[in-house]
């Protein structure tokens, strides 16, 4: 398979995870939707059964995977591309 | 037993007996499939024994199998309000929690044991770090407390990729990383199949799982991104070369599969029409996904070696 369409999916990938990742964040920063009139969402809450999670913990929690995701990412495209993202080296001569 | 209803109907019950007991403590079922996900990486990973194979089941199946035990003496309180759970050894009075506590102990000692020595350290440290993980991780801390009980609590359930893998190899790699990533990110759709489906249950017990706490719509949304990031994700260990087509091709249909399942119930629920057929369909079905997706791991690198 050509590496262009290789490389092609890899982006593909980052880009479709990303979407997705900002979609599972934007539900953890979304105020808590108000539970249907007799769900069991509702009788639990009424009943104080059901308390409001920490807000910075469930940022915290929503956070951790994504980056978990950048890191295999990053890893991946070096296994790949083994010249990439690793600091240039100049080697310079001195004339005696 | 109050509250159990009783009738004409029901199946009949096998007589209740301490073994069997003891093995309903450890939740075979459940194991079955992480014992699936932890041999298929060992032949994904090398040419292991028998004998090594035999070993790491029997380790990973006490170890999961204690840590299910533990899960169940930390939980007696509410397995007793839910219905699904009010048969248990626990709450329905056949042991007392304290031997269900020292049995769930005594499996992970044994399999701790048994991994490091007969298979490496590494491979024992990361069953046992597994187990830790979903007794105070999950059990204690996050199931109670948290709307993401299951995604983060899922990472116990990833374990036994990684300890397959470093039976064999004795080190992890992105290889294996990523083997964890993919049933880090399917537990979280496969588990809220079943949330939407006993909410009834969760909310007795104060659980407070996905639907109670954004509601069934934006559980089923976030069903769906899961699902899109584990797909792309079953498709990264073909991208830097450690399966070939047979496996590329069986992650795509798989997956789209499972993305086809959790988008007819989405399109159910914001039809108005009964969605609970579908969510049974994924709920099942995604047992069935990861089994397939590793054993096409194994037998894609069996036909290419």
């Known amino acids: 398979m050509p590496s262009v369409v290789i490389d092609g999916l890899f982006w593909a990938a980052v880009g479709a995870c990303v979407v997705a990742q900002f979609f599972i964040l934007r539900a953890v920063f979304a105020p808590e939707a108000p539970a249907p009139a007799g769900s069991p969402a509702e009788a639990g809450r009424a009943a104080g059964r059901l308390r409001p999670p920490s807000r910075p913990l469930e940022i915290a929690w929503a956070v951790l995977p994504a980056i978990g995701l950048v890191f295999l990412f990053v890893w991946a495209w070096q296994i790949r591309h083994p010249s990439a993202l690793r600091p240039v080296t100049v080697q310079?001569?001195?004339?005696? | 037993m109050s509250g159990v209803p009783v009738g004409a109907a029901a199946p009949p019950r096998p007589a209740p007996s301490l073994g069997r007991d003891l093995v309903a403590l450890t939740k075979p079922r459940i194991i079955s499939l992480l014992l699936v996900t932890t041999a298929a990486p060992m032949y994904a990973a090398g040419s292991p024994s028998l004998w090594l194979v035999l070993v790491v089941m029997l380790g990973g199946y006490l170890m999961a199998g204690g840590a299910n035990a533990v899960?169940?003496?930390?939980?007696?309180?509410?397995?007793?309000?839910?219905?699904?759970?009010?048969?248990?050894?626990?709450?329905?009075?056949?042991?007392s929690?304290?031997?269900?506590?020292?049995f769930g102990v005594a499996c992970a000692v044994a399999a701790t044991w048994m991994l490091a020595y007969f298979v490496n350290v590494l491979t024992a440290a990361l069953a046992l770090a597994g187990f830790y993980f979903?007794?105070?991780?999950?059990?204690?801390?996050?199931k109670r407390s948290s709307p993401q009980n299951i995604v983060i609590g899922g990472a116990a359930g990833a374990f036994p990729p990684l300890v397959g893998w470093a039976a064999v190899t004795g080190s992890i790699d992105i290889v294996a990383i990523t083997l964890f990533l993919i049933v880090f990110y399917w537990t979280p759709p496969h588990f809220w199949a079943l949330a939407l489906?006993?909410?009834v249950d969760y909310g007795r017990a104060g659980v407070p799982m996905a639907p109670l706490v954004w509601g069934e719509r934006e559980t089923m949304h976030q069903m769906l991104w899961y699902t899109v990031i584990l797909l792309w994700l079953t498709v990264l260990p073909w991208w830097v070369g450690a399966f070939g087509l047979l496996y590329l091709a069986s992650a795509l249909v798989l997956g789209g599969l499972l993305l086809g399942g959790i988008v007819q119930m989405l399109r159910a629920a914001r039809a108005g029409a009964p969605w609970t057929g579908p969510a049974w369909w994924v709920y099942k079905y995604s047992l069935l996904y990861l089994a397939l997706l590793f054993v096409a791991m194994g037998v894609d690198r069996a036909l290419t070696r």
């Open chain 2, 97 to 102: 929690p304290q031997q269900v506590l020292a």
């Open chain 2, 71 to 95: 899960n169940m003496y930390l939980d007696r309180d509410i397995d007793d309000v839910m219905a699904r759970t009010r048969l248990r050894p626990i709450p329905s009075g056949r042991m």
């Open chain 2, 134 to 142: 979903y007794v105070f991780i999950y059990t204690r801390w996050l």
């Open chain 2, 197 to 199: 489906l006993k909410q």
């Open chain 1, 92 to 96: 310079m001569e001195v004339a005696p």
